[in-house]
């Protein structure tokens, strides 16, 4: 098969090692890809966005699939382009429509699917910039913390969590008032509180049948004992300790089951990726988002673990035959600590040159922000580098992660060190 995959990023690195490692793919092609997966493929450069540009590549190299990893072109309607056009409705895409795509790109959208499908979440309001006067009035009566939710895509940036009344009134007017987050908060969620342990869950979905993927747990923080600004992800862990066979069930039963069921009874077209961001309140799952891809850090924890071959999943998604498909779990504990540029998530440097990129045995090295520059491969992103290590042991592959992130060197390197050392009591 020839196979397409959208993106740049690690999750991108971490899909492309293991697409090109199946035996049915003849041909990888990453647009734009960045400097690690030309090991597993071709770059092309072309925007994720420029469905016209992905058309005429698809039509040239006769893509037989695509794998779209980030949110942004799935919430511009990349299916529906392909489901729409007759020269490209043969080649199946994985991701959902617009429509379903509006379980991330609408924070609405999504508390409104969940309530009407009965699934565990925070109660909530939703307003607009000419409700605001409602808005203020709301948080009179609201218990603290307050959470504040851009409505749209803001890069991971547009959830607050204010301690006081006062504070949640001058964020709810610079949300819709002043456009803080842009178009994203032409809408602000307000939110209760959940007071717990966050978590993620993966399901595959063809429509119909589901796959779990296993558990993960990602570090927003950029600081040591998650201290600091808020990241697109410092590191992940897999499996997550606290989650047993009683948890999960409850996430079956109670949310992945609803959520695919929920999709299927209102006729929205959903094929990929559906991620969970979950919230342990005394042993409740509760849903704190959707978000229609995989996560990044979280991917390369997740993706590093399973066995089988990942393309023949992919291809049984399309074919909606997912039922066929028995997952085959790797035992062992992953680590994954993200590499980051000096002054991250703030102001930074690109094109920073980056050394000691051997690998390590049972450990994995995925580019993010980076690039080539006169045969050199160089810094072009705030989050770098992923390193993903695994063991029996989770404090030896953390070790090993933090090793090798040690080891590969560029300036103004920084790095958490303590990814998943908050779990070791539920061990």
Known sequence: ??????????????????????????????????????????????????????KTLCIAEDINLVLVGPEDPLVNGIVDFFSDDEDLLHIPVIGPSKEGAQLEGSKDFSKRFMQRHQIPTAAYETFTKEELPKGIAYLDNHTLPIVLKADGLAAGKGV??????????????????????????????????????????FVLTDGHSYVILPSAKDYKRIGEGDTGLNTGGMGSISPVPFVDETFMQKVEDNIVIPSVEGLAKEDIDFKGFLFIGLMNVNGEPMVI???????????ESVIARIQNDFLSIIHAVAEERLDTIKLQIDPRHAATVMLVAGGYPGEYKKGEEISNLEPMEDAFIFHAGTQ?????????????????ALDLNPEIALANANALANQIQFEGKYFRTDIGKDLTKFR
């Open 1 to 54: 098969m020839n196979i397409l995959l959208l993106g740049s990023g690690g999750r991108e690195s971490a899909f492309a090692m293991k697409l090109a490692e199946s035996k049915d793919c003849e041909k990888l092609l990453i647009a734009p890809g960045n400097a690690g997966t030309v090991a597993f493929g071709t770059n092309v450069n072309i925007a994720v966005n420029d469905f016209e540009a992905i």
């Open 160 to 201: 607050l969590i204010c301690n006081s009344v006062a504070e949640a009134k001058l964020e709810l007017t610079a949300m819709l008032a002043d456009a803080k987050f842009g178009t994203a908060s032409q809408k602000v969620v307000v939110e209760e509180f959940l007071d717990g342990i966050e978590l993620s869950v």
């Open 289 to 299: 988002e959707y978000n229609v891809r995989m996560g990044d850090p979280e991917t």
């Open 372 to 388: 080539f520059a006169n045969d050199k491969i160089v810094t072009n992103g705030g989050r770098v580098i992923a390193v993903t």
